[in-house]
């Protein structure tokens, strides 16, 4: 077990075993318990949670579109309704089970609906093993911005089961393993050298890994949870890689997992980094080489850079007119508060594309 603040990770098989026994501590109360899903993860990762945990077979089911694209307040609202159509009160929880989207969107909706109901989140793919279902953000996208409401809160508990990532698609596990090379580069050198071995099908691996990732985090997170200054350093790739998640959504067709953005905005902050002196180039191409390894080029063209520069100059991170960055300082360790000119942050796109062999027009 993971603790980090009030909120206990539980961790392996043995999660369900805590799962019940808080359920159970809660039974002379009078409430409902609801649990929200997906269309995929009501199909993959229901059966498998009301079979080992069978006191939630009464349990309400509300189901949601996936998609980052339903990530907005009129999902909410559709939850809001459900919740207040059926008279819950403040002793009713919510059992966030799915990816980041899930606990992200479920957190909010429990946090707001009547002032607060609790809520339990049980992760159900790398990226919210690794990183979203920790930590206390919830909230929904506005307009195309990412993640533009929300607030800060803690599920009651985590239950990570690692079994539920068998049936992830390979895409989705790779657009998670994006959170967790960041986790590496921006706090522990080590950990990036165990990573670029960890194996897909070595499931022991895999769970060692999003052990340490969870550590990680909640580390940075436990010292500074309302992200003040240190939380920041989370936010590494996340500047550009946000800006294109965002740009992306707002194209018809063209589906871009909030992973693969992730991955190419490293791509494009580790180059920004050696380009203040930050880290070498031995350092880039041990970063970028691997990066490439993984994830296929995501084209976007030069026309497209002041749309991108747009999104980042909405970004909550920034102070006054400039564009805040996440940096590295080397591998393992980064800095925060740091800014670039604009002709640098294109200069990185420029980076990117060629990197892949790919025209820049
Ligand atoms: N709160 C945070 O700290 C934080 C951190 C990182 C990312 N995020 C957010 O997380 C979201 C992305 O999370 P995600 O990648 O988990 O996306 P997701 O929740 O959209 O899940 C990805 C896909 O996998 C499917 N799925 C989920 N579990 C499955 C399973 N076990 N088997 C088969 N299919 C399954 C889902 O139905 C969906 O189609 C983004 O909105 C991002 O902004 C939040
Ligand atoms: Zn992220």
Redesign the pocket.
């Known amino acids: 077990m993971v603790q980090y603040g009030d909120c206990p990770i539980h961790i392996g098989k043995g999660a369900f075993k805590k799962l019940k026994d808080h359920l159970k501590n809660r039974q002379n109360k009078k409430y409902g318990i609801f649990i929200l899903v997906?269309?995929?993860?009501g199909k993959?990762?229901l059966p498998v949670l009301l079979n080992q945990v069978s006191l939630l077979k009464n349990a309400e089911i509300i189901e949601i579109e996936?998609?980052?694209e339903h990530?907005n307040i009129n999902t909410c609202i559709a939850l809001w309704n459900i919740l207040s159509g059926k008279n819950v009160n403040r002793d009713a929880v919510l059992i966030n089970l799915?990816?980041?989207?899930?606990?992200?969107l479920g957190g909010f909706v429990a946090t707001t609906f009547k002032r607060g109901i609790e809520f339990i989140n049980i992760?159900?793919?790398v990226?919210?093993q690794a990183?979203?279902a920790t930590?206390g953000?919830?909230?929904v996208?506005l307009n195309l911005h990412?993640?533009e409401i929300g607030v800060f809160k803690l599920p009651s508990m985590v239950i990570i089961y690692p079994d539920?990532?068998?049936?992830?698609?390979r895409r989705?596990f790779f657009?998670?393993f994006a959170?967790i090379i960041k986790h590496a580069l921006i706090a522990d050198a080590n950990y990036w050298k165990k990573i670029r071995q960890a194996q897909r099908t070595d499931e022991k691996g895999m769970l060692n890994v999003i052990r340490q990732s969870i550590v990680i985090k909640s580390t940075i997170v436990e010292k500074d949870p309302l992200e003040k200054g240190l939380r920041k350093i989370l936010n590494f790739g996340h500047t550009i890689g946000h800006a294109l998640e965002s740009h992306f959504l707002g194209k018809p067709g063209v589906r871009l997992?909030?992973?693969e953005a992730v991955a190419a905005g490293i791509i494009c902050e580790s180059y920004i980094s050696y380009q203040a002196k930050k880290i070498s180039q031995v350092e880039l191409n041990q970063i970028t080489s691997f990066i490439c390894s993984l994830y296929k080029h995501i084209p976007f063209k030069r026309k497209e850079e002041k749309k991108l520069i747009q999104f980042m100059q909405h970004d909550k991170k920034n102070r006054g007119a400039d564009i805040n960055f996440t940096l590295l300082a080397a591998i393992g360790k980064a800095e925060i508060n740091k800014t670039c000119s604009v002709d640098v942050i294109k200069a990185s796109f420029g980076f990117y594309h060629k990197l892949y062999q790919m025209s820049y027009v």
Do not use: R, V, W
Not at 99 to 104: F, H, K, P, Y
Not at 164 to 169: H, I, N, P, Q
């Open positions: 997906d269309e995929n993860t993959y990762c996936s998609g980052e990530k799915g990816g980041g989207l899930i606990s992200d992760p159900t793919t990226l919210a990183d979203a930590g953000k919830t909230g996208d990412k993640n539920f990532l068998k049936t992830l698609s989705d657009s998670g959170e997992l909030h992973g």
